[in-house]
């Protein structure tokens, strides 16, 4: 098909002959679908590699539980190993994904409200100011997707303070904090050298 036939659509959705369509354009056009089939093809290539590496990671778990007498079941926990040589390492990790549901604006609420009435208290005003700094803390979105960091306030259900509306907050905040899913993670890396650190295979384009 020569250039005069070929059609171009634009983010309109119309269709262009070639021929209205700048040499510049039409150069962009294609660079832009060879990164676009280069991307697409890599992505489904790591999706083999993720599959297989999983398989291979099972026959590990299958040949470990063989070997020790006992039967698998569950969910896929933390695993490491070596190479005999003690040189490639390889990691398995599945965390956990959690979330705060709705009930976290009100522990909010609670905190700030123990915290204002021991305020009244002169006794306790040099606690108090701890308290209202962690509390501002734990509880001041992070990032850009305003998230709260879920560590700082599952902390403050730690903290021993002697009000009902606080002993209330830590209880909700046990309760409010729901798993959502999992991730799995696998990590290879590889000593050149016995007494190197050893060096990640980076699988990210943005760290290679």
């Known amino acids: 098909m020569s250039k005069s036939q070929k059609i171009y659509t634009n983010p309109d959705g119309d269709t262009v002959p070639a021929k209205n369509v700048s040499a510049y354009d039409r150069k962009r056009d294609a660079i832009a679908n060879r990164i676009f089939n280069l991307w697409g093809a890599e992505e489904q290539r790591l999706t083999s590699i993720k599959a297989a590496t999983n398989r291979l990671l099972d026959e590990l778990r299958a040949a470990a539980a063989k070997e020790a007498g006992v039967k698998l079941g569950g969910a896929k926990g933390y695993l490491q190993f070596r190479s005999f040589d003690g040189r490639i390492i390889i990691r398995f990790e599945n965390r956990s994904k ?72 830590a209880d909700l905040i046990r309760e409010c904090d729901q798993i959502i899913g999992h991730q799995e993670y696998v990590r290879v890396a590889k000593r050149l050298a016995p007494d190197q650190e050893p060096i990640p295979v980076i699988l990210d384009i943005a760290k290679v």
Request: aromatic share 4%; charged share 40%; hydrophobic share 40%.
């Open 98 to 169: 959690t979330e705060f549901d709705e009930r976290i604006s009100i522990v909010q609420q609670l905190i700030r409200e123990a915290i204002d009435e021991l305020a009244a208290d002169a006794g306790r005003s040099g606690k108090v100011q701890e308290l209202r700094k962690v509390a501002d803390a734990a509880f001041k979105p992070r990032g850009k997707d305003g998230r709260l960091d879920r560590q700082r306030v599952r902390d403050i259900a730690n903290v021993q303070v002697d009000h009902p509306k606080w002993r209330k907050a």
